[in-house]
């Protein structure tokens, strides 16, 4: 299994943006499908974004889908995911997984590896 780290949450006003990292170490992360998920306090995580390991193929929550953008970088073992537009709503603890040879799917149950988780509070 990998060992993830996330990085680039923080306080921003509606409308804004941030770049979210997560670093990879201690696999081969060129082969793991690579997550990002989200958790607000008093729900259930729900999925965000996914990058399949071949790096071709994106899928995003409809309520991201044009505001955020997944991408890898297997040079730097990074993950990243911009978000663009960012709304009250978008307030969530936000964490990367990791799933090796993963097929893309978006249930949290099927990636391995996470995240500490980095915190991103959208003010209105």
């Known amino acids: 299994q990998v060992q993830l780290v996330e990085s680039g949450g923080g306080l921003v006003q509606a409308g804004g943006s941030l770049r979210l990292s997560c670093a990879a170490s201690g696999g081969t992360f060129s082969i793991y499908t690579m997550g990002w998920f989200r958790q607000a306090p008093g729900k259930e995580r729900e999925f965000v974004a996914l990058?399949?390991?071949?790096?071709?193929?994106?899928y995003y929550a409809d309520s991201v889908k044009g505001r955020f953008t997944i991408s890898r970088d297997n040079v730097k073992n990074t993950v990243y995911l911009q978000m663009n537009s960012l709304k009250p709503e978008d307030t969530a603890v936000y964490h990367c997984?990791?799933?090796?040879?993963?097929?893309?799917?978006?249930?949290?149950?099927?990636?391995?590896?996470w995240g500490q988780g980095t915190q991103v509070t959208v003010s209105s």
């Open positions: 997984a990791g799933d090796r040879l993963g097929y893309g799917r978006r249930s949290a149950d099927e990636y391995d590896s």
């Open positions: 990058i399949h390991w071949t790096g071709g193929i994106t």
